[in-house]
T-cell receptor, first 120, second 113 residues
Framework: AQTVTQSQPEMSVQEAETVTLSCTYD???????LFWYKQPPSRQMILVIR??????QNATENRFSVNFQKAAKSFSLKISDSQLGDAAMYFC?????????????????FGRGTQLTVWP | EAQVTQNPRYLITVTGKKLTVTCSQN?????MSWYRQDPGLGLRQIYY???????DKGDVPEGYKVSRKEKRNFPLILESPSPNQTSLYFC????????????FGPGTRLLVL
């Protein structure tokens, strides 16, 4: 089964600074999707950014960008110009792009999360 | 507004009393899924559905049932809740099974006494 590992249970950053959250994953598949979700205190799960494994270019969404290293199975999230509203739990997730039998079909595999604190 | 809704948002119940958490999406999504979130464990999949009348188990299906009689609805049923089912539950949906981003409902916080 696929596994997703977030090795930093907690991170902190000063407002306006840059922070990078780490994520590694284990898979034997060649085609898949990777996601970062944000969970603020409201507990809502909000999609931050998505990366298709077949694309070499790193995804970006405004202040959020990823460093996708397919060979190393690494998918880190960089938050630039951090804002107080960025404080949240961040989850890395994996989803197979391969339709086929077995229990992995359609499932999102989540890491255990990184709690980000933003200091004013 | 495109969204996934869940009801109730908060529920306190007692062991053994059957309950249903509803999930509905208005985006004509084929794929729907239930997750539970527990501290330190991230989110784990309970059940999923690829389309109407097609459901299957996820990682932690014990103690839960689901049904998918209509495309928009995917209720989660706890026939005899136990305290270890105290958790935060999320429903999610995506347009299709594998390629699409999953969108989450607001969550249901369940406490089983």
């Amino acid at each position: 089964a696929q596994t997703v590992t977030q090795s930093q249970p907690e991170m902190s950053v000063q407002e306006a600074e840059t922070v990078t959250l780490s994520c590694t994953y284990d898979t034997s598949e060649s085609d898949y999707y990777l996601f970062w979700y944000k969970q603020p205190p409201s507990r809502q799960m909000i999609l931050v950014i998505r990366q298709e494994a077949y694309k070499q270019q790193n995804a970006t969404e405004n202040r959020f960008s990823v460093n996708f290293q397919k060979a190393a199975k690494s998918f880190s999230l960089k938050i630039s110009d951090s804002q107080l509203g960025d404080a949240a739990m961040y989850f890395c997730a994996y989803r197979s792009a391969i339709l086929g039998g077995g229990s992995t079909l359609g499932r999102l595999y989540f890491g255990r999360g990184t709690q980000l604190t933003v200091w004013p | 507004e495109a969204q996934v809704t869940q009801n109730p948002r908060y529920l306190i119940t007692v062991t053994g009393k059957k309950l249903t958490v509803t999930c509905s999406q208005n985006m004509n999504h084929e794929y729907m899924s239930w997750y539970r979130q527990d501290p330190g464990l991230g989110l784990r999949q309970i059940y999923y559905s690829m389309n109407v009348e097609v459901t299957d188990k996820g990682d932690v299906p014990e103690g839960y049932k689901v049904s998918r009689k209509e495309k928009r609805n995917f209720p989660l049923i706890l026939e005899s809740p136990s305290p270890n089912q105290t958790s935060l539950y999320f429903c999610a949906s995506s347009l299709r099974t594998a390629q699409e981003t999953q969108y989450f409902g607001p969550g249901t916080r369940l406490l089983v006494l």
